[in-house]
């Protein structure tokens, strides 16, 4: 009796992969690369999502965008309350199971949103210099290899909704877009406001919510993560903000 040649088992990485491919296909975006960064909602009103797993579970569904997009396979992760910071830990193949140990180890605080846009401006544009007694500071005027693509994961209102939108009238200068997701039931109108912000250069913010974001098949996910990311990439280059 001849032996048994057991097909592999695909991975639920590489299905993921595969379907985060196959949108960027349908979408117009195959072979498009992108920086891809995460951030994490540190509140306390989010403590409940660290400890039963829902957060862990959704940074391993972060991985394949990362592994789908970016050229080095590595989700850059940022994580707020009422302040932000740089993890020091970012979301790969290897550290999967280390992102939501290093960002639990930091005490839970409040929300404010503008910390961790200013940030990821500071991190990708450059610090604003310059500037004097009747001219404010300026970053710098600068075309970006490729589009950020921010993943913008938050439970409620946040405290800093003035500072807020002056930075995202900012970040519309420069080829940064911002999914925001809204995990839970809290209403959050002003999430819904930042995807429709007026004053701005280009459209660069998109809005879904997710309330039981378990509950999320695969593809809903990350179609709506996609879903306003490919007019984007269209007008920042058309506009000359990446190549």
């Known amino acids: 009796m001849g032996s048994v040649i057991e097909t592999p088992k695909v991975s639920i990485l590489d299905l993921r992969k595969k379907i985060v491919l196959d949108l960027k296909k349908a979408k117009g975006l195959e072979g498009q690369l992108s ?12 403590d409940w999502a660290y400890r039963d797993g829902t957060m862990q579970r959704l940074t391993e569904r ?15 992760l940022f994580i707020f309350h009422n302040q932000a ?7 790969t193949l290897t550290t999967v ?9 930091h005490s839970s605080g409040g929300t404010s949103y503008a910390p961790a846009i200013k940030l990821i401006l500071d991190e990708y544009i450059g610090e604003p210099t310059g500037g004097g007694l009747f001219s404010k500071k300026q970053r710098p005027t600068k075309k970006l290899p490729y589009p950020v693509f921010v993943l913008y994961f938050t439970d409620g209102e946040n405290d800093d909704k003035k500072e807020t939108e002056e930075l995202m009238r900012e970040a519309s200068n420069y080829g940064i877009f911002f999914q925001f997701v809204g995990i839970g039931n ?3 109108p002003f ?5 429709d912000l007026s004053g701005r250069n280009i ?6 919510r ?34």
């Open 35 to 46: 920086t891809v960064v995460a951030v994490y909602d540190r509140s306390g009103s989010l």
């Open 62 to 76: 972060i991985l394949p965008v990362g592994l789908g997009f970016d050229d080095n396979g590595v989700v850059d």
């Open 85 to 91: 910071w740089r993890s020091k830990v970012d979301i």
């Open 97 to 105: 199971n280390a992102v939501i140990p290093e960002i639990t180890r």
């Open 186 to 188: 809290a209403t959050m």
């Open 191 to 195: 999430l819904e406001k930042l995807d």
């Open 203 to 208: 459209d660069n913010a998109g809005f879904f």
């Open 210 to 243: 997710a309330k039981d974001i378990d509950r999320m098949s695969d593809e809903d996910l990350y179609t709506n993560m996609m879903t306003e990311f490919p007019t984007f990439v269209t007008q920042a280059r058309a506009k000359n903000l990446i190549q």
